[in-house]
């Protein structure tokens, strides 16, 4: 079935980088733009990124832009999200998410928590 | 960046009610507007896209509307399974946006 597979969060102090990965599978990913979104504990939906299904195109949230770059690699079905200058205020459950129809697929989901 | 806001930020409804949640866009985006679910612990789920479509296996008690600046989600006959927080979201324009949400709880 289609799958998305978050991994690579964690703790991390103020100003360090991770880089977040999400595997896909039952799909073909190639075809398919890929989103990051995240939480924030208790709070809401933010967007934070988008990557064309060919890697052509990138748009980011203001609130990342200039430090976590989006990137793909349509050969491992692996998308990748690489953040850098990380703040308290990052620290957020962060999903991978197919775009079809609108946000389709989610992943379960990875934790960063940026603490010192 | 375009501004959702949504409201109510709460609700208390009982089971066969029926509810009604708003989402108004700074600027006009057409029908680009969807609607997810999300319970606790859980990822997000769409219900509606295209403002007014249903997504596969989305029970038909749910429905869209709107387009250009006001859109409307509707829950017609709430069910125990709807009691969650609801969001709103933009697809028209990048930085793509979401409402701040909707908690549906019990009366």
């Known amino acids: 079935q289609v799958q998305l597979v978050e991994s690579g969060g964690g703790v991390v102090q103020p100003g360090g980088s991770l880089r977040l990965s999400c595997a896909a599978s039952?799909?073909?990913?190639?075809?398919?733009?890929i989103h990051w979104v995240r939480q924030a504990p208790g709070k809401g939906l933010e967007w934070v990124a988008f990557i064309r299904y060919d890697g052509s195109n990138k748009f980011y949230a203001d609130s990342v832009k200039g430090r976590f770059p989006i990137s793909r690699d349509n050969s491992k079905n692996t998308v990748y999200l690489q953040m850098n200058s990380l703040r308290g205020e990052d620290s957020a459950v962060y999903y991978c998410?197919?775009?079809?129809?609108?946000?389709?697929?989610w992943g379960k989901g990875t934790t960063v928590i940026v603490s010192s | 960046a375009i501004q959702l806001t949504q409201s109510p930020s709460s609700l208390s409804a009982s089971i066969g009610d029926r509810v009604t949640i708003t989402c108004r866009a700074s600027q006009g985006i057409s029908r680009a507007f969807a609607w997810y679910q999300q319970k606790p612990g859980r990822a997000p789920k769409l219900l509606i896209y295209d403002a007014s479509s249903l997504d596969g296996g989305v029970p038909s008690r749910f429905s869209g509307s709107g387009s250009g600046t006001h859109f409307t989600l509707t829950i017609s006959g709430l069910q125990p399974e709807d009691f969650a927080t609801y969001y709103c979201q933009q697809v028209h324009t990048y930085p793509q946006t979401f409402g701040g949400g909707t908690k549906v709880e019990i009366k």
């Open positions: 998410v197919q775009f079809g129809k609108a946000l389709d697929v």
């Open positions: 039952g799909f073909s990913f190639s075809d398919f733009d």
